[in-house]
């Protein structure tokens, strides 16, 4: 069974420090790889998103993420956090099957950035 | 242009008792869907639809009816709440290719999410 793996259920960080939240997922068939975050009493906004081409992708507010194929990780990185970064990041997946999509969160990594 | 709006925000309920949450968007999007949001397992797809009068369920679909009589409007219903629906609920859309599911390039829109809570 296709399935995304968040390592870590919350990662303390100091500000201006970087930061790496991990994901881990598990496919044999094609994937499109997603990063949300959800600040506090929100819903989810799209982060980032790795559809095809360059390994290494940009997103808002100074994220990015690496898409490793042979790792089937989709880590996230910011070099220099900022206290407003502080809220809850899930990797998701799509996974093409036939021609139907599923979608396919992970539990969530939070992310608390310490003055 | 409002987004995905959704409402109550808060609602208490108890056991046995019927309720509908409700969804609205206004980007005239063919996919949208309805997910619950407990802590340490992420969210998981409760229902979904790809267009008006087309439903179908997701990863967790006991106990939750859906209709979709309108592109804009994707309700849930609750037809006998029982504790163990306490959650959080995000109803979320997005652009559809039309065969089932979202679209792969299309990022999924969500609204503020539904705080419930079943004594």
């Known amino acids: 069974a296709q399935s995304v793996t968040q390592l870590d259920s919350q990662v303390p960080v100091f500000e201006e420090a970087p930061v790496e939240l991990r994901c881990n997922y598990s496919?044999?068939?094609?994937?499109?790889l997603f990063w949300y975050v959800q600040y506090p009493n929100q819903g989810l906004q799209l982060l980032l998103k790795?559809?095809?081409?360059?390994?290494l992708v940009k997103g808002i507010n100074g994220f990015e993420a690496e898409f490793n194929k042979s790792q089937t990780s989709f880590h996230l990185r910011k070099p220099s956090v900022h206290i407003s970064d502080t809220a809850e990041y899930f990797c998701?997946?799509?996974?093409?099957?036939?021609?139907?999509?599923?979608?396919?969160f992970g539990s969530g990594t939070r992310l608390l950035v310490r003055p | 242009n409002a987004g995905v709006t959704q409402t109550p925000k808060f609602q208490v309920l108890k056991t046995g008792q019927s309720m509908t949450l409700q969804c609205a968007q206004d980007?005239?999007?063919?996919?949208m869907s309805w997910y619950r949001q407990d802590p340490g397992m992420g969210l998981r797809l409760i229902h979904y639809?790809?267009?008006?009068?087309?439903?179908d369920q997701g990863e967790v679909p006991n106990g939750y009816n859906v209709s979709r009589s309108t592109t804009e409007d994707f309700p849930l219903r609750l037809l006998s709440a029982a504790p163990s629906q306490t959650s959080v609920y995000f109803c979320?859309?997005?652009?559809?290719?039309?065969?089932?599911?979202?679209?792969?390039?299309?990022?999924?829109?969500f609204g503020n999410g539904t705080r419930l809570t079943v004594t």
């Open positions: 979320a859309s997005s652009y559809s290719k039309g065969s089932g599911g979202t679209s792969y390039n299309s990022p999924l829109h």
């Open positions: 496919s044999s068939v094609s994937v499109y």
């Open positions: 790795y559809l095809s081409g360059s390994t």
């Open positions: 998701a997946v799509i996974i093409r099957m036939d021609s139907s999509y599923k979608l396919i």
């Open positions: 980007m005239n999007h063919e996919y």
């Open positions: 639809s790809v267009g008006a009068g087309i439903t």
